[in-house]
């Protein structure tokens, strides 16, 4: 879409995720094949048919001051940890931006769930007089972008979309049209989620939405493979800093990228499957197409949502070859990570954005037998090593239950 | 006495709010020196009936703006 505004450029990024407690070592070892995934040794996880999670590299309370750690659910911890390297990233603080022009999008698939369920324990087991008086502010689900907004004294509006395992995505889409409409000068936008715990484990259980490949927990997340059988539950944040082309060019910053355009729509379907051919994902690819002014033929590069549940990889890879076709490169590296929910869409672009910055596309580990769907065969999916490209438009695809369909493009600098 | 009941609210103020133990001293405001906001005072008021045994209403917790103020508090209601 163009507009008076001009461009708009990522000029930073910020990651905590299972592969590193930062971008720098977040991307090492996506590049180098590693998982992040592990098998539970709680005695709580015995009985569950899925034990795997994809927890944090580095514990984010050790990475904040413990007072302040102490009033933040985990998921706000993870949020104020990518926010602060993002926003040190941008250089924005230096450049004398003013706090009434910063703003802050940050969203979250499932919120402070950690909070919610210790204080109920608390609860039943002390009484209400014991609740924490941070209880609140902890669990709600825009506590993540209120942490964030605290730390880097945004001004400028603090906002929290919420759509499930779109969210993330969701807010980078929401901080494109903040400064299109200029109603920021930089905005800074992320995913945050922790949630492991037996209560949304079990639910996700419940759902027959995990992976129960409990003995081989690296193995598990193999998004696209004959052999899926669900998710891996990941936690972690992400955040990028947006701002305005021309600003970000006067003021000497790194551009890493550029966010060209989104694109963004609804299955109307079903609560929790997605369209079996992806028809709402590809109308958000192709609008997102439409508002960066691209075609299908300019997109070299796709990051797909994949989170290797049996259902949902086959609806994206129809949704990728109606939208764009079998030419891109895609890679599914929720392999590695696995599934962050609310933040894979941000931790997903910033490996989209990097994608495009070094040239480089990663590979999808655990993708031995890719599955007989027509789509998936046709796809040119990277696997074993990350493959050298010529990239100058990447795709980053994001959708969440309730029918959420979030697609993000980002080109060269 | 009083010596014990300030050095275990400091304990409990450096654990709930980060006031260094040096800090804790009597005439010190909870909001105006300590940066002691008001959840953190409900924190401490919890601490405060653990560690002491003594429970502080909420109308007397208006009440008790310095670090002094909560040492007499508690010297008072202590069993």
């Known amino acids: ?413 | 006495m009083s010596e014990d009941i300030q050095t275990g609210l400091a304990e409990i103020l450096e654990e709930v709010a980060g006031v260094a133990p040096a800090d804790a001293t009597p005439e010190k405001s909870f909001t105006e020196d300590l940066d002691v906001d008001s959840l953190s005072m409900v924190e401490i008021a919890t601490a405060v009936e653990d560690k002491f045994g003594v429970a502080i209403p909420d109308d007397e917790l208006a009440n008790i703006k310095t670090v002094g103020d909560a040492m007499s508090y508690i010297q008072k209601n202590k069993a």
């Open chain 1, 1 to 413: 879409m163009s507009t008076s505004v001009g461009d708009v450029v990522v000029t930073g990024l910020g990651a905590t995720t299972p592969l590193g407690s930062d971008v720098a070592s977040t991307w090492d070892a996506l590049l180098a094949g590693r998982s992040g995934v592990s098998r539970l040794t709680d005695d709580w996880v015995k009985e569950y048919p899925a034990q795997l999670v994809a927890r944090l590299a580095t514990d984010p309370a050790g990475q904040l001051d413990r007072v302040r750690a102490r009033r933040l659910d985990r998921s706000q911890q993870v949020a104020a940890v990518a926010a602060e390297e993002a926003w040190r990233d941008s250089g924005a603080a230096d450049a004398g931006v003013a706090p009434e022009r910063v703003a802050v999008v940050f969203g979250t698939g499932i919120g402070g769930a950690l909070t919610l369920l210790g204080q109920d324990d608390i609860l039943e087991e002390k009484g209400p007089k014991r609740v924490s008086p941070f209880t609140i502010p902890m669990l709600m689900p825009n506590g993540p972008a209120a942490a964030v907004g605290l730390a880097i004294g945004a001004r400028g509006g603090v906002h929290a979309p919420v759509s499930a395992c779109a969210s993330g995505a969701e807010a980078i889409r929401w901080g494109l049209d903040l400064l299109r409409f200029d109603r920021a000068d930089v905005v800074l936008v992320g995913g945050a989620e922790a949630c492991v715990h037996p209560l949304p484990m079990a639910g996700f259980a419940a759902m027959r939405a995990m992976s129960t490949r409990n003995d081989e927990p690296e193995r598990a997340s193999r998004p696209f493979d004959k052999a899926r059988d669900g998710f891996v539950l990941g936690e972690g944040a992400a955040a990028l800093v947006l701002e305005r082309g021309d600003a970000a060019r006067a003021r000497g910053a790194r551009i890493h990228a550029r966010l060209a355009g989104a694109g963004g729509t609804a299955d109307g379907y079903d609560l929790v499957a997605p369209h079996p051919e992806g028809e709402g994902a590809g109308r958000a690819i192709a609008a997102a197409l439409r508002d960066a002014e691209l075609t299908a033929a300019d997109i070299g590069h796709v990051n797909a949502h994949a989170t290797s549940t049996p259902v949902g990889d086959t609806a994206e890879a129809a949704a990728i070859r109606n939208a764009i076709g079998d030419h891109a490169l895609v890679t599914a590296t929720k392999s590695q990570t696995g599934h962050l929910l609310g933040a894979a869409g941000a931790l997903e672009s910033v490996f989209t954005v990097l994608a495009l910055r070094e040239q480089l596309v990663p590979a999808t580990a655990n993708l031995d037998d890719p599955d007989d769907d027509a789509a998936v065969q046709a796809l040119d999916i990277v696997r074993r090593e990350p493959r050298k490209a010529s990239l100058t438009a990447a795709v980053n695809d994001s959708f969440g239950f309730g029918g959420h369909n979030i697609a993000l493009v980002f080109t060269t600098a």
